[in-house]
């Protein structure tokens, strides 16, 4: 049974793209929340915003590109000092091709890479996960 004082988690949704056998992943900027981890794109979902009017609206301010939203591959929650967090992951496709809008690093990195970068501990077990797959 959760916590009644607790503050509630904030809601983060994330697209897990891949082209070719590469992720789309990008830097946190300086002065958010982990500056400078690397992500998935995505942000926070807004009071009664879908899941798919949330990745979209994320991806066409951060990206300034269109996005597909397809299934959810991973939920996890993460208490940090600051905050608490429900991350879902949802595997996207793009419409176009994504440019920097907010000045953030971005790359296509490859599966068998992920894990040479350093991503937020709520990523640890999906980033686990796609590494796995590759061994497979």
Do not use: N
């Not at 590469?22 to 929340?33: I, Q, S």
């Not at 991350?87 to 809008?101: D, I, K, M, N, T």
């Amino acid at each position: 049974m959760s916590d009644p004082t607790e503050p509630r988690p904030i809601v983060v949704l994330a697209a897990v793209v891949e082209r070719a056998g590469r992720f789309l992943v990008t830097r946190r900027l300086r002065g958010t929340h982990l500056e400078g981890y690397w992500e998935f794109p995505g942000g926070k979902c807004e009071v009664r915003e879908s899941a798919a009017e949330c990745l979209a609206r994320e991806i066409r301010e951060e990206l300034d590109v269109g996005l597909i939203v397809g299934p959810e591959i991973f939920t996890t929650r993460r208490s940090y000092p600051e905050q608490s967090v429900e991350l879902h992951f949802y595997s996207c496709r793009l419409q176009g091709e994504p440019r920097s809008v907010l000045g953030q690093e971005m790359r296509w990195v490859p599966r068998e890479q992920l894990r040479e970068l350093q991503f937020p501990p709520a990523d640890q077990e999906l980033i686990d996960r796609l590494a796995r797959s590759l061994q497979r």
